[in-house]
């Protein structure tokens, strides 16, 4: 993904792919964590650039 991200929509299973963590994780985690999703009829989609947002809100600072 570009450094700002975009307006694609993502797939749950791309997005977890992208994070590198399980699908089940993602889906069982994604409203905790606060991460900005859309919902496209019943299917939960995540924009690109609000996942690249959410890791910079996620980065520690040594």
Do not use: C
């Not at 991200?5 to 992208?18: C, D, F, H, Q, V």
């Not at 991460?35 to 980065?59: C, L, N, P, Y």
């Amino acid at each position: 993904m570009s450094a700002g991200g975009s307006n694609i929509l993502l797939t749950p299973k791309e997005t977890a792919e992208y994070l590198s963590v399980p699908l089940r994780t993602l889906m069982d985690s994604y409203q905790r964590w606060g991460m900005r999703h859309v919902r496209v009829g019943k299917h939960v989609r995540f924009r690109a650039r609000d996942v690249e947002t959410w890791i910079d809100s996620q980065t520690v600072e040594p």
